[in-house]
Structures are given as structure tokens and as C-alpha cells.
């Protein structure tokens, strides 16, 4: 595979306007990402810059070698999640450790092409996936919303008001940067109040350093991290390109998921190394960052540079920041995340794909746990697909004039799921001396559907039946030749006789 320079450039800069909408698109970002990465460090046990440090290495390394230009990825609540026992346990150093494993996991999953598995998760995982998604987003607001005065629901009443009042009159600026800035000076000029971002946490000061994790080099450190390495890889790959399919779909253009495992794992590890947690992907930001015109590697790399910049210099004017404000633009991101079409589609789609999709929806809110719900999702995909599948297997039985022979003629897939219908249908009592078993309209998919191919010519032999079978197609043939138990002798192969 070679590297197109040329293309990648292009991903970088295209023409003046679309850097103009990237870099607005990439300010608006890094002030959203500050309360949020401050509250998953809250979720993790670690210090306030532990979250915001993950946050400004993945984007600006993740802008790099990436494989979804304009996908935001960061400290995210999914990862936070899964080291709290770590953390608690064994310490922050730990965590640097289990993420550095984490990262290399994830390229080692690049390598072996595992984004493949993409393959296997329906439209109505992914649309529950983000349905679930944007109410999450929704319930996260709501203690910012809860025992606060008549001010907090005014701002953000009136940044919700900018936000979609604003593209009416000029598009130049992104609304939700315009809401953030004119709150603010409203809130400061006032003194309005209202929470600050610095009541989420205290702000780091200064520049992150280069460290390795002070953890011994031994067995036992690799015994302790590797279950949470693995889990963290796992989820943050799955939430990644689950996004990647979304970001891919809102900008009607193709991403390499190979590339976005391996971008994930290696911002990771730089993350590590600067004193920061483990992240992937965040769909919240990524629809803050495509619908405020951001399209290449430029927005999430001044994502991640803004960010750097407001902690290093800016840091006691960005704690002055009203959440009220940070609240409304989240509103406007859980509002636009949502699809709101799957609500008609509910009794417009077939029922299996509307219970797939609810029940995506109703896992992912109960647990908090995108990828439990996508795991359900998939899981009851296949049991449908499976139970479709099935329902199109048949056998039919005719018998020659004089009863001496009856052909069973079989149709459709021969798998595990279809396997009790398939004997089933065969009689052992069947009273024509000769049977032939017609699989010119079937296919065998597995050993279970031979081992039943096995049981019935077993059987009807027992029975003292003289038994063909004809029609094989070369998959089958294939996989009858090699693990069929039964005596082929006098069953035809269709193909080649045996």
C-alpha cells in the first residue's frame, strides 16, 4: 500500500475558506473540550490535568496520522470509565503504563485489519448507537440545570437562541463560538451567577512534560495493567470507528479505518508519555467540529493547539468561562446528533430493525456503556439474521410412480441455525427403497449443517435405504469432502463423482 502525499495534503489544506472554517471550526472545539475533559478526570480519580493533557496530545497526534480527517478524538467518558478500579488500586502511574499497552494494542489491531469487524454492525446498531449517544449527551447538561438560578436557564435559553438565530443572518462565524463569546462577556460584565469552568476543577498551569510511567518493568506490572490495556483498546476502537462511519456519513465522504486504528493507538501512547489518560474518538465533538464547518486535519489539530494554548497562557480567563454557555452548545450537539427519523421509521422499518435499534438505545442509557449496547445490537442483529435466514430453508419430497424411490429436494442455506428443520424433514420410516437427497438448491455453510447430512444418511441407512446425495455446489462439495463421517459410497458429488 502506497502513501498518497498529494491526497493527504489535500486533507490538510484545500483552499483559504475551508482553512478559515477548519481553524473557527477547531476554537470551537477546544472550549467544549474543557469542561468535559475536566469531568472525565473527575470520572477517572486523577487529576484535572490528566484529562486535558490526553486531550491535546490525542487531537493534535491523532491530526496527523489519522485516518478521518475532522474527527475530533480526546479523553472520553468510555475510557474513563474502565480505570477507575485502576486508578484506585495501584495509582495514576499505572494508568500511563496501561494506556502505552492500550495504544499498542490498537496499532497491532490496525495491522491485523481487525476495523473489518465494522463490517458486522447494522444500520440500526449505529443509528441506536447514536441515538443513545445524543441522550447521554442530553442527561450529562442536566446537573449543570439542577438548583441554579433563574440566570443559568436565561443564558442558556439565549445561547441556544444564538446558536440557531445566527446562521439566518451570516454563516462567517460559527454560531456556537459567537454564543460562547458573547455569554462570557455578558457573564464577566455582570458577574452573573452562574457556574464557571473553574468550578468543574482547577486548571493546570504551564506546558506538559516528556515522562515515562514510573512502574516497575516486570511481569506482575503487566499482569495488573493488561485486562484494563485490552478493555480500553477494545472500547476505544469500537467508539472510534463507530464515529468514523457517522463523520463519514454527515460529509458524504470515505475514511481508511485501517489507518484510524493505528492513529488511535499512537496518539495514545504520546498522550502517555505526557502525563495523559487514554481516549478515542467523540462523537459530541466531532458533530460540534463538522457542523461548524470543519472538514480536514486542520480543525482537530487547532482543536488540540487551542486547547494547549488556553491552559498554557489563557488559563484564568478560560476558568471565568460560564457553563451555561458550554451547556447550550452541548444541547445544540446532542439536538443534532440524534436522528430524528428513526422516530416514523419505527413503524415504517421491519419490526426485527426497530427492536434492534431500541434495544441499542435502552442498554447504551441504562448501563452507560456505549459498548454493551453495540455488543447487544450485534448480537440480536445476528440472532434475526440468523432466525430470516432459516425461515427461507425447505424441503420437498416427491415420489417416483411406483414408490420405489423419493428424491428430497432441498432449498435454501444448510447452517447451524437451520440444521433441526433439515432432519426434520426426513423420514426414516420413509417406505421408498431408495432415497436420493437433492442439494442442487442448497448450500452447506458449516460443520453443523454436515454433521446433520451425516445423521440423516445415517440414519436412513439404518433403516435399510439405499441413499444418494446430488447436486452439491463446489463450496459444499468442499466442505462435505472434508468432514463428512458417512460412507460416500454411491453419493454422487455433482461436481466430480465419488
Known amino acids: 500500500m502506497t502513501f498518497d502525499f498529494s491526497a493527504y495534503r489535500r486533507q490538510w489544506f484545500t483552499d483559504g475558506a475551508a482553512a478559515r472554517r477548519d481553524i473557527m471550526a477547531g476554537i470551537v472545539v477546544a472550549l467544549a473540550l474543557i469542561p468535559e475533559a475536566i469531568g472525565f478526570s473527575i470520572i477517572a480519580g486523577v487529576d484535572p490535568r490528566v484529562g486535558l493533557y490526553a486531550s491535546v496530545a490525542i487531537a493534535m497526534v491523532i491530526a496527523l496520522i489519522g485516518g478521518r480527517p475532522g474527527m475530533i478524538s480526546a479523553a472520553t467518558a468510555a475510557v474513563a470509565v474502565l480505570v477507575v478500579p485502576l486508578v484506585r488500586d495501584h495509582g495514576v502511574e499505572y494508568l500511563f503504563a496501561a494506556t502505552i499497552l492500550m495504544g499498542l494494542i490498537q496499532i497491532a489491531a490496525g495491522l491485523l485489519r481487525l476495523d473489518l469487524v465494522m463490517q458486522f454492525v447494522s444500520r440500526s446498531v449505529i443509528t441506536g448507537f447514536v441515538n443513545a449517544l445524543a441522550i447521554l449527551i442530553f442527561l450529562a447538561q442536566l446537573p449543570q440545570l439542577i438548583n441554579v438560578g433563574w440566570e443559568t436557564y436565561a443564558m442558556v435559553a439565549a445561547g441556544l437562541a444564538i446558536i440557531y438565530g445566527l446562521p439566518r443572518l451570516t454563516k462567517a462565524i460559527p454560531s456556537p463560538l459567537c454564543a460562547i463569546l458573547i455569554l462570557s462577556g455578558v457573564s464577566i460584565a455582570f458577574g452573573l451567577p452562574v457556574n464557571t469552568v473553574s468550578d468543574m476543577g482547577r486548571l493546570p498551569e504551564g506546558l506538559p512534560s516528556f515522562a515515562l510511567p514510573q512502574v516497575p518493568l516486570t511481569l506482575e506490572t503487566l499482569r495488573i495493567i493488561l485486562p484494563y490495556s485490552v478493555t480500553m483498546a477494545a472500547v476505544g476502537l469500537l467508539e472510534s470507528l463507530l464515529t468514523a462511519q457517522i463523520v463519514d456519513d454527515m460529509t458524504d465522504t470515505d475514511s481508511d479505518k485501517r489507518q484510524e486504528c493505528a492513529g488511535q493507538g499512537g496518539s495514545n501512547i504520546v498522550a502517555a508519555f505526557f502525563g495523559g489518560m487514554g481516549g478515542c474518538a467523540m462523537i ?27 491552559l498554557a497562557v489563557l488559563g484564568p480567563y478560560v476558568g471565568r468561562l460560564p457553563m451555561p454557555a458550554l451547556v447550550a452548545v452541548m444541547i445544540m450537539v446532542s439536538i443534532g446528533t440524534f436522528s430524528w427519523n428513526s422516530i416514523p421509521n419505527l413503524r415504517r422499518h421491519p419490526l426485527p430493525s426497530s427492536i434492534v435499534m431500541l434495544t441499542t438505545v435502552v442498554v447504551v442509557v441504562a448501563t452507560h456503556d456505549l459498548s454493551l449496547g453495540v455488543l447487544a445490537g450485534v448480537l440480536l442483529s445476528g440472532i434475526f439474521f440468523a432466525s430470516k435466514v432459516q425461515r427461507m430453508f425447505s424441503v420437498e419430497r416427491a415420489q417416483s410412480a411406483d414408490g420405489t424411490e423419493a428424491v428430497y429436494r432441498v432449498n435454501g442455506e444448510i447452517f447451524f441455525a ?10 426414516s420410516e420413509d417406505s421408498a427403497a431408495r432415497v436420493t437427497i437433492d442439494v442442487s438448491g442448497a448450500h452447506f455453510w458449516d460443520i453443523s449443517g454436515v454433521g446433520a447430512l451425516d445423521k440423516i444418511v445415517a440414519r436412513l441407512r439404518a433403516a435399510g435405504r439405499d441413499v444418494g446425495v446430488i447436486g452439491y455446489n463446489r463450496a459444499s462439495a468442499d466442505i462435505v469432502d472434508r468432514f463428512a463421517l458417512h460412507d460416500k459410497t454411491g453419493v454422487e458429488m455433482g461436481l466430480a463423482p465419488h
Not at 467540529?289 to 487551542?306: D, W
Not at 437451520?418 to 423420514?427: G, K, L, N, P, Y
Open 284 to 310: 459530541g465533538q466531532s458533530v460540534i467540529n463538522v457542523t461548524s464547518g470543519g472538514r480536514g486535519r486542520l480543525s482537530t489539530f487547532v482543536a488540540g493547539a487551542f486547547l494547549l494554548f488556553l
Open 418 to 427: 437451520s440444521v433441526d428443520r433439515f432432519t426434520r424433514a426426513f423420514q
